[in-house]
């Protein structure tokens, strides 16, 4: 367990439809990132929050946001699905500046 | 986009060899880091060498970086069966929000 816990882990759902992803970051991390992974993309940064605040966008399509709760706490929606979607979804957290990042193990969406 | 390319995409060695995989970047860095990820699963932080850094060790990990080159390595000594892994680095630049950007990859299979 590496402290970040992501759920669901798995995920099929429709095209059209609307899911939501959720983070809960390592114990005193402020920072929570998401990345979607897709075989022909690889690893793409989606967007980061600090504290509770929108810190960094990445390459995330107008149909996903993203929120960070006071709990630190975070949800990725992802709306209007379709078959392109289908990846896996990493959140990952991290503490103080210079040290590595923890990544949850990850919801794998399916779209059909 | 991505930041970092892995050199080779895959390398397949036997039981006790070394590995060596080598990433190179793009813009300058406040750090990079080496991430590793078992198939489908989350990615576990191996090593992080900062950009004032030539060389870190970390058990049977040897990290180097040059800046000059904008380039880094990962050697896995006496490699496992479990090393098998995807081998990943990404780096952190010194603008803006501490966001991880990630390369392609290296496929690493150790052959019993």
């Known amino acids: 367990d590496s402290g970040v816990t992501q759920t669901p882990k798995h995920l099929i759902t429709a095209t059209g439809q609307r899911v939501t992803l959720r983070c809960s970051p390592r114990?005193?991390?402020?920072?929570v990132y998401w990345y979607q992974q897709s075989l022909d993309q690889g690893l793409q940064f989606l967007i980061q929050y600090y504290n509770g605040e929108e810190r960094a966008k990445g390459n995330i399509l107008e149909r996903f946001s993203a929120q960070q709760f006071p709990d630190l706490h975070s949800e990725l929606n992802l709306s209007s699905l379709e078959l392109g979607d289908s990846a896996l979804y990493f959140c990952a957290s991290s503490g103080l500046l210079g040290y590595g990042y923890t990544f949850g193990s990850g919801t794998r969406l399916t779209v059909v | 986009s991505q930041q970092g390319e892995e050199d080779p995409q895959a390398l397949s060695i036997q039981e006790g060899e070394n590995a060596t995989m080598n990433c190179s970047y793009k813009t300058s860095i406040n750090n990079l880091q080496w991430y590793r990820q078992n198939s489908g699963r989350g990615l576990v932080h191996l090593i992080l060498i900062r950009s004032n850094e030539r060389e870190k060790h970390s058990g049977r990990l040897r990290v180097t970086l040059d800046t000059s080159k904008k380039s880094s390595s990962l050697l896995i000594t006496a490699s496992r069966a479990a090393d098998t892994a995807s081998y990943f680095c990404?780096?952190?630049?010194?603008?803006?929000?501490?966001?991880?950007?990630f390369g392609q990859g290296t496929r690493l299979t150790i052959n019993p």
């Open positions: 114990s005193g991390d402020l920072s």
């Open positions: 990404a780096t952190v630049v010194p603008q803006g929000a501490q966001k991880l950007v």
